[in-house]
T-cell receptor
Framework: GQQVMQIPQYQHVQEGEDFTTYCNSS?????IQWYKQRPGGHPVFLIQ?????EVKKQKRLTFQFGEAKKNSSLHITATQTTDVGTYFC???????????FGTGTLLAVQP | KAGVTQTPRYLIKTRGQQVTLSCSPI?????VSWYQQTPGQGLQFLFE???????NKGNFPGRFSGRQFSNSRSEMNVSTLELGDSALYLC????????????FGSGTRLTVV
């Protein structure tokens, strides 16, 4: 079945450093969504990308959707302690079009 | 507007028992999905309902079932609980097709002892 992998699993950065997480799907996706889950919390929707090659920005966050619509990335510029949490990508694709979540990247930011 | 409401927040059950979890979606959202979250397996898709019909199902045994009511509220049931069913169960609602993303509830933390 459809699988969505993310790397790295864990990243520890100093505050002010940049951070990138990569998402790869085994199947072509109709769209990709990104979520953030703070420790002890629930996933919160960040953004949705639909078009091949699409790039969207939200303040210090930059999201990209690959040309083949099978991969995506999230880049955070100059991390802050408020960026701590697990970042998940999630994709709709395959025959059933159900939303499958990636394995997640846990970001730790040291002040 | 009110968010996604899940009840109860915490639950402790014994092996072999059954449990029912409830989810009230955001008003106007007719799609409700359920996920199981564990440290080792991440977010695993259970099922999705739209207009009282199950549209998608994940790879879980038949002990896991769900339903959706005419007011879009949804319930999931787990019968014959096993220790491995201990997890955070998350419900998410959305507009049809997930447009605008999914809004998650705070989850139900189920512990099976």
């Amino acid at each position: 079945g459809q699988q969505v992998m993310q790397i790295p699993q864990y990243q520890h950065v100093q505050e002010g450093e940049d951070f990138t997480t990569y998402c790869n799907s085994s199947t072509t996706l109709s769209n990709i969504q990104w979520y953030k889950q703070r420790p002890g919390g629930h996933p919160v929707f960040l953004i949705q990308l639909v078009k091949s090659g699409e790039v969207k920005k939200q303040k210090r966050l930059t999201f990209q959707f690959g040309e083949a619509k099978k991969n995506s990335s999230l880049h955070i510029t100059a991390t802050q302690t408020t960026d701590v949490g697990t970042y998940f990508c999630a994709g709709n694709g395959g025959a059933t079009n159900k939303l499958i979540f990636g394995t997640g990247t846990l970001l730790a930011v040291q002040p | 507007k009110a968010g996604v409401t899940q009840t109860p927040r915490y639950l402790i059950k014994t092996r072999g028992q059954q449990v029912t979890l409830s989810c009230s979606p955001i008003s106007g959202h007719r799609s409700v999905s359920w996920y199981q979250q564990t440290p080792g397996q991440g977010l695993q898709f259970l099922f999705e309902y739209f207009s009282e019909t199950q549209r998608n199902k994940g790879n879980f045994p038949g002990r896991f079932s769900g339903r959706q009511f005419s007011n879009s509220r949804s319930e999931m049931n787990v019968s014959t609980l096993e220790l491995g069913d201990s997890a955070l169960y998350l419900c998410a609602s959305s507009l049809e097709g997930g447009a605008g993303g999914y809004t998650f509830g705070s989850g139900t933390r189920l512990t099976v002892v």
